[in-house]
């Protein structure tokens, strides 16, 4: 029999029993909920909702604890004592679940005809829920998101691998037995061991930034930032907390020089918002294309020798490009000592493009009149570090990128990736 996706409705106490009732994942929580109060007499109107609970169908049977719930014939209804171990079996790889009195139902692995997708971490939960959205009805696919700690535990289970915050070294790979794609949901792949990956037959990918929304979104969370610091957004919230108003005074955007460090998708998306506000742009590539690139943009161009000339005149420098082993720290002392006293530093890329003690440094003793940073050395965030506290800097989670766009596009390139793996991994058999 073909599995059929069934969703978790509701739990509740029956006289001496608790059971908990499923239906088709078609049909929604909502419509669930009507049915079970309203249609299925012997239901008390206060039973739990937990909605978002996969289950599995592959034939359901009363001796077995399972029985159709009177008055719906799409609902459930599941026994927790009389649910024998072929029942259990029956149910499948759902999330635990646990009964009001305390017992477990611990799922089975999923059957060899199912796709299984795992996220690594439960960081970034839109981009979890956004795929399973998408993939919901398809039944043949899986899509779980396990903590970091008991991945290399679990990856022996899984086809597909989104990577997010997670170093995947040629270890963890060669746990991962049924693994044929590591994808990052986003740009950047330096969290993989490539070479590894592909001596082991899993293949790479990653989502550019340019057509998916990401880059417009970080372009505009670069903006958002820049005005924070030139507006001196911890000096207003502190002058409001003294009931005061008036100050801080601020800058404005407007003349100042903006140099864009990688001007790949995201830095040309931010090189177009920054033109409506009248700065001068600078900006660096390792090589630039004259036929495709005009530069329209830019009013100067430069390559990687031109880091310290043009820095020397930014009063904002916008880190845009990918962490390599030629990037890493490139924010080092020699650059920022080649800055104007009080320019700002925005970095919206990977925090391993600053070197941290250089950076302390240059704060602590006003050269550096600014740091915003929506990533860090360390993630997650450590909130004791003495620079999130310092009056100029400015700090967000790692959410450049995480916008309704950005995560909906992405969401789909990832559910698209998986459905055309499936349908090629059933061809080829």
């Not at 970034?124 to 398809?138: M, S, V, W």
């Not at 997670?166 to 794609?181: G, P, Q, T, V, Y």
């Not at 000339?309 to 720290?329: H, M, N, P, W, Y």
Request: aromatic fraction near 8%; proline fraction near 4%.
């Amino acid at each position: 029999m073909i599995a059929t996706r069934f969703v978790l409705v509701g739990c509740l106490r029956v006289g001496n029993e608790d059971v908990i009732f499923v239906l088709p994942s078609s049909q929604s929580v909502a419509r669930a909920s009507y049915h079970a109060r309203h249609q299925c007499s012997f239901l008390s109107p206060s039973f739990t909702m937990r909605s978002g609970c996969g289950l599995w169908y592959r034939g359901l049977c009363p001796r077995h604890g399972i029985r159709l719930v009177p008055g719906h014939a799409a609902t459930f209804a599941v026994c927790a004592s009389s649910l024998t171990r072929t029942g259990l079996s029956r149910l499948g790889f759902a999330a635990r679940m646990a009964f009001r009195n305390g017992r477990e139902i611990v799922p089975e692995a999923a059957s060899d005809n199912c796709t299984r997708v795992l996220f690594s971490g439960v960081n970034f939960p839109a981009a979890f829920e956004y795929t399973k959205e998408y993939l919901q009805p398809y039944d043949f696919i899986q899509v779980d998101a396990v903590p970091h700690e008991e991945i290399p535990d679990k990856i022996r289970d899984y086809d597909i691998c989104v990577v997010r915050l997670m170093h995947f070294d040629s270890e963890l790979i060669a746990r991962a037995k049924k693994l044929k794609l590591l994808v990052q949901f986003g740009v950047g792949l330096e969290g993989v061991d490539i070479e590894s990956a592909t001596q082991a037959g899993v293949k790479v990918a990653r989502i550019p930034s340019g057509g998916s929304g990401n880059a417009l979104s970080c372009a505009e969370h670069a903006i958002y930032l820049i005005l924070g610091l030139l507006r001196d957004q911890k000096g207003m919230n502190k002058t409001v907390q003294e009931r005061k108003v008036g100050e801080p005074i601020g800058q404005t955007l407007f003349g100042k020089t903006v140099f864009i460090v990688g001007y790949g998708n995201i830095g040309k998306e931010l090189a177009s918002r920054l033109s409506a506000f009248g700065v001068y742009i600078l900006a660096t590539k390792r090589s630039w294309d004259s036929k495709s690139e005009k530069g329209e943009l830019v009013n100067e161009k430069g390559g990687v020798d031109c880091l310290l000339k043009f820095a020397s005149r930014a009063d904002i420098v916008v880190t845009c490009c990918q962490l390599t082993s030629e990037t890493k720290g490139m924010i080092n002392e020699r650059f920022l000592a080649a800055l104007k006293k009080g320019a700002i530093l925005i970095n919206i890329a990977r925090g391993g493009l600053l070197e941290y003690n250089a950076v302390k440094s240059y704060l602590e003793s006003n050269h550096l009149g600014g740091l915003g940073m929506d990533v860090a050395w360390l993630e997650p965030f450590d909130p004791s570090d003495p620079i999130l506290h310092h009056p100029k800097v400015l700090i967000t989670p790692h959410i450049a990128g995480v916008t309704e766009i950005s995560y909906r596009n992405m969401a789909k390139v990832i559910s698209l990736l998986e459905l055309c793996l499936v349908k090629f991994a059933k061809g080829s058999q």
